[in-house]
């Protein structure tokens, strides 16, 4: 008899959604999560624009979201600019907090997993579980046959002296000094005194220079003339900027196990957001009819190849900026996109532009040189554009 029938490896944002969506509309499944860490959801904070989801998906994740804004602003060196579009972020505190309310047992935090196969995981004790399915959503998007630009950063989380006066988040100001690529900050107003900061680089390398970037982080805060109270928590991270490649080998990696999250490219492949693919994936495994292994493995690696082909137009674009552009000039193009109409802004975010915003993107003066432009366009590819 199986132990479960089905058990979610890493207890992250991909995987947790799918248990708890689970637990909503089939609570007669016998799921369990599996956690090395001492939580579910890591250190992290996951954000999205309101228009990134569906009004049903708004619903049912809105139990997890611990922050909203009515509005958010850009800031780059001849462009500010307030957009009106809604803006949340879920915390992996109450990530956590939700997920073992509702999950009880079924969360299993601290448990260290040695191997996965599509029925049958070994723990770092030697126990063996089986079930119907296992589903991999740990670790970081394989390098082999994709070519990768980074997006990293360090965010720090402050309880200042006094007021911050923000009435929304800041998602890029990049009126910082540049270098090391593309750099903004990003800050979140949590409440009236408290703070994230997070310094971000769109950068060719994935290493960080964890002492300096927080050294930068106080200058910017002290900037603002914010007196920092206390630091009350810090993350990084190091997110995959997917510039080309063949999504099938990721697959192939696999040995049939399904994947979920950042192993399977399932994010946006511009903005590196993960919240609104993990929600889709979440609605998707829960309604599927079969559970098992190989029916699962097929679902889940037809809905990232799926995504991966309706996503070539941001490969091309990320192409652009990681190669046509001088690293510390790659501001300019994201200033250009930030002065396009509010609406094709939303839907870039929402990875659903239509083909006159994708002709709008394109069109007119680029800024980056013509030449390079039209070299990183027509950079090497996937052999194809349709997998099966």
Do not use: C
Not at 17 to 22: D, E, M, P, S, T
């Amino acid at each position: 008899m199986n132990d479960a029938d089905l058990v979610l490896v890493g207890g992250g944002l991909a995987n947790g959604l799918i248990a708890w969506r689970l637990r909503q509309l089939r609570p007669d499944l016998r799921v369990l999560v599996l956690e090395a860490g001492p939580s579910a959801g890591g250190n992290h904070t996951w954000s999205f624009h309101a228009t990134d989801l569906e009004d049903a998906q708004q619903a049912w994740l809105a139990p997890l979201v611990a922050h909203r804004w009515a509005s958010h602003a850009v800031r780059f060196p001849a462009l500010q600019r307030h957009l009106r579009g809604g803006y949340a972020s879920i915390t992996s505190a109450r990530f956590d907090e939700v997920l073992r309310r509702d999950l009880g047992a079924s969360l299993r935090p601290g448990v260290r997993v040695l191997d996965v196969r599509p029925q049958e995981v070994t723990l770092d004790d030697g126990s063996t579980l089986r079930a119907g399915a296992v589903i991999d959503g740990r670790g970081r998007l394989p390098e082999a046959g994709i070519r990768l630009g980074w997006q990293k950063f360090i965010g720090r989380e402050f309880r200042l002296e006094g007021d911050h006066g923000l009435d929304g988040p800041v998602l890029m100001d990049a009126t910082v000094p540049q270098r090391d690529g593309y750099r903004f900050v990003y800050t979140l107003p949590l409440d009236a005194r408290t703070v994230l900061v997070e310094d971000t680089y769109y950068a060719d390398g994935a290493a960080l220079e964890p002492d300096r970037v927080r050294r930068d982080i106080d200058a910017y805060v002290q900037a603002q003339g914010w007196r920092t109270g206390e630091l009350l928590r810090e993350e990084q991270g190091v997110l995959p900027i997917v510039l080309d490649g063949d999504p099938r080998v990721l697959w192939d990696a696999a040995g049939g196990v399904p994947r979920t999250g950042l192993s399977a490219a399932l994010f946006h492949p511009t903005t590196g957001y993960s919240l609104p693919d993990a929600v889709r994936v979440a609605d998707l495994v829960a309604r599927l009819p079969d559970l098992r292994a190989g029916a699962l493995f097929a679902a889940l690696r037809g809905h990232a190849l799926a995504q991966w082909r309706d996503q070539a137009f941001f490969r091309l674009l990320n192409r652009m900026l990681f190669q046509a552009a001088v690293p510390t000039e790659r501001w300019r193009v994201m200033q250009r996109f930030y002065g396009l109409p509010e609406p094709l802004v939303a839907r870039f975010y929402a990875g659903r532009p239509t083909l006159a915003d994708k002709l709008r993107i394109v069109s007119g003066k680029p800024p980056v040189p013509l030449a390079a432009a039209l070299q990183a366009a027509l950079g090497r590819r996937a052999p194809t554009e349709s997998f099966t």
